[in-house]
T-cell receptor, first 112, second 113 residues
């Protein structure tokens, strides 16, 4: 069974810092990996999707990398802002199915 | 497109009552997923459909839970009878044609007293 782990569980940084969120998964036979953002009491917003054949994806200040062989992905946020405060979730789709397996998330607080 | 639509957004009910959650996927999406989010277990898949047919219901906790998709634009998740441990946020998601990117609805927050 695919297990997805996110470290750290919580992170607090001052505004302007660059930061890295980590995601690891136990089964490298993945179809793709998706990073989401969830604001308190809200739904999930898709940030980046990386196919298994890709190494990274970028959107604005966000960059996600994927090392499938080692079972790891990172989400890099440049020049963090208070508006980036949210929970960030990593999820993988295995080759054997279409459902997403989620990590527990990293709760990010960016202080002014 | 309005995105994935879920109703109701909040539901408070008493133990033993029937609860029905509703979802309208993004038009043209052929996969629909139901997930449940709790503090203890995070986000977990309950069931998913392809072209209105249930494909994997291994995440449905027990017989009290049932899901249907009578057509491409509507799905329901029913709990009968409801129990306090069913309290959670229930999300519906649909999948586009490319790359299995899933788009989530706003969720239904269910509280069973």
């Amino acid at each position: 069974k695919q297990e997805v782990t996110q470290i750290p569980a919580a992170l607090s940084v001052p505004e302007g810092e660059n930061l890295v969120l980590n995601c690891s998964f136990t089964d490298s036979a993945i179809y793709n990996l998706q990073w989401f953002r969830q604001d308190p009491g809200k739904g999930l917003t898709s940030l980046l999707l990386i196919q298994s054949s890709q190494r990274e994806q970028t959107s604005g200040r966000l960059n996600a990398s994927l090392d499938k062989s080692s079972g790891r992905s990172t989400l890099y946020i440049a020049a963090s802002q208070p508006g980036d405060s949210a929970t960030y979730l990593c999820a993988v789709t295995s080759n054997s199915g279409y459902a997403l397996n989620f990590g527990k998330g990293t709760s990010l607080l960016v202080t002014p | 497109d309005a995105g994935v639509i879920q109703s109701p957004r909040h539901e408070v009910t008493e133990m033993g009552q029937e609860v029905t959650l509703r979802c309208k996927p993004i038009s043209g999406h052929d996969y629909l997923f139901w997930y449940r989010q709790t503090m203890m277990r995070g986000l977990e898949l309950l069931i998913y459909f392809n072209n209105n047919v249930p494909i994997d219901d291994s995440g449905m906790p027990e017989d009290r839970f049932s899901a249907k998709m009578p057509n491409a634009s509507f799905s329901t998740l029913k709990i009968q009878p409801s129990e306090p441990r069913d309290s959670a946020v229930y999300f519906c998601a649909s999948r586009g044609d490319l790359y299995n990117e899933q788009f989530f609805g706003p969720g239904t927050r269910l509280t069973v007293l």
